[in-house]
């Protein structure tokens, strides 16, 4: 379960960087308040999961996934470079990150 939450935590946090995308600088109401709910969750899912789990692997699997899917989601919503070696890269990270979950003792 612990890892569910990890994986959820994670996407709350793509969720609050593309919601200070668009609050231009917490001038504008409705993005602010997402980034802050998107941010309360997602610290909150992480600290939930890392009871359960090393904080190393929690933190890094929790960033890692979290700044793959932002750069994903910066690619489709923002036509961000979607060069191959920008793509490959995020392979990287994702591929360590599941390396994290693999070798992780329980």
Do not use: H, N, Q
């Not at 979290?66 to 910066?74: H, P």
């Not at 392979?91 to 693999?102: D, Q």
């Amino acid at each position: 379960m612990a890892w569910v939450l990890l994986i959820i935590a994670a996407g709350f946090e793509c969720g609050w960087a593309v919601a200070l995308k668009y609050t231009e600088g917490f001038t504008r109401l409705w993005p602010t308040v997402a980034f802050g709910a998107c941010m309360l969750l997602s610290v909150g899912l992480l600290g939930r999961a890392a009871r359960d789990l090393p904080i190393g692997t929690a933190y890094a699997v929790w960033t890692g996934l979290g700044a793959a899917a932002t750069a994903i989601v910066g690619m489709i919503l923002f036509d961000e470079s979607k060069d191959w070696r920008r793509v490959v890269c995020l392979g990287l990270v994702l591929t360590g990150t599941a390396g994290l979950k693999l070798f992780a003792r329980s």
